[in-house]
């Protein structure tokens, strides 16, 4: 069997994956799918980082840290996904419920 491209294969565990109503709610309003988003996560897509937080998340993944990543979802309005610095839990939220 043929292995998936790299940009489809999984980075890291996400642990538990969780997410706050109002990060549902808002997918929900701009029919998207969570899905959708955390498998941009899981393979490296950072989303609407700058290269400064790019940069942290390559470190984090060699060395351990907090995993972030920003997608716009509609107009203005975004989403983060967080991965725990241990892999224990993902979750989905609006940044102002950070």
């Known amino acids: 069997m043929e292995s998936p491209p790299d940009q489809v ?3 890291f565990e996400l642990g538990a994956l969780v997410s706050t ?3 549902l709610e808002l997918l929900q309003a701009a029919g998207k799918q969570p899905l959708d988003y955390i498998i941009r996560h899981l393979t490296g897509d ?8 790019r940069l ?3 470190r984090a993944l060699l ?3 907090r995993l972030l990543s920003s997608y716009i979802v509609a107009a203005d ?6 991965s725990e610095h241990d892999r224990s ?3 989905i939220l609006l940044p102002q419920e950070y």
């Not at 950072?46 to 937080?53: P, R, S």
């Not at 309005?77 to 967080?82: A, D, E, F, L, S």
């Open 9 to 11: 294969r999984p980075k």
């Open 21 to 23: 109503p109002g990060a």
């Open 46 to 53: 950072w989303g609407d980082l700058d290269e400064h937080d």
């Open 56 to 58: 942290v998340n390559e």
């Open 63 to 65: 060395h351990g840290g």
């Open 77 to 82: 309005q975004r989403i983060w996904v967080i």
């Open 89 to 91: 839990a993902t979750t």
